[in-house]
């Protein structure tokens, strides 16, 4: 709520309106229009396989700049006909959303072309980890050729520590609860036109407590 207050302050004084936190919360309050948090359980992860998992080598570091960390997760996303599969890649020095993919199977194509997208708009990648689950996608061949020929280093949650990609976990709870990814869509496109939409308002707007309420874009940009 303090977020919100602060991103409205200046519209508030340009029309001369004097509204706290409180106030805020109690008019959203009232006419409906705060956001409760909800829980997703559909498993997006498949980690038995013949794959080599890595070890998780970001335990415990300390976190200083942009590209110094990514973290790569998967969520599922309704549409009238199915699900289909929002793949994200997170920096997580600003909190940025530096590449993602819809594609509507859990095959390992769209996170790919996420993985392509992040390091194509990436302008230093030197001593970048990249981190994420066990998933098959993540360890597979294609996928971690990719990462060493770029020679990025890997790292890895252990088996069925979700904590260990907490970061990843959180924005794919944000995009959903705050910018309503949660909803059904008519089919993949308009997934896709949402998933868009909400990852630019994401980047660009959302106003972060861990930044010192600033957007990931400005924290990357001044950063990187």
């Not at 970001?58 to 289909?84: H, L, M």
């Not at 072309?113 to 689950?133: E, G, M, P, T, V």
């Not at 050729?145 to 990609?165: A, G, P, V, W």
Request: hydrophobic content about 35%.
């Amino acid at each position: 709520m303090l977020k919100l207050t602060k991103s409205l302050k200046k519209d508030f004084e340009k029309q001369q309106v004097k509204v706290g936190r409180d106030s805020l919360n109690k008019i959203l309050r009232e006419h409906k229009m705060l956001t409760l948090r909800k829980k997703y359980s559909m498993k997006t992860t498949n980690s038995h396989h013949r794959f080599y998992k890595y070890k998780n080598s970001i335990k415990g570091i300390e976190i200083t700049r942009p590209n110094q960390v990514w973290a790569s997760d998967i969520t599922y996303i309704r549409t009238v006909k199915g699900f289909c599969y929002l793949a994200l890649i997170t920096d997580m020095h600003s909190r940025k959303i530096v590449g993602y993919d819809i594609s509507d199977s859990l095959e390992l194509k769209g996170c790919i072309r996420a993985l392509k997208k992040a390091i194509y708009q990436a302008k230093n990648i030197k001593q970048l980890i990249h981190h994420s689950d066990r998933g098959i996608q993540y360890c597979s061949n294609q996928y971690t050729q990719i990462l060493k020929r770029k020679k990025i280093d890997i790292s890895m949650t252990q088996e069925n520590h979700c904590y260990e990609n907490a970061m990843a976990e959180r924005i794919n709870g944000i995009l959903k609860d705050e910018f309503y990814l949660d909803q059904t869509f008519d089919n993949v496109n308009h997934a896709k036109t949402a998933a868009k939409n909400a990852i630019n308002l994401y980047n660009e707007i959302r106003l972060h407590l861990s930044l010192d309420y600033k957007t990931p874009n400005m924290v990357y940009k001044l950063s990187a």
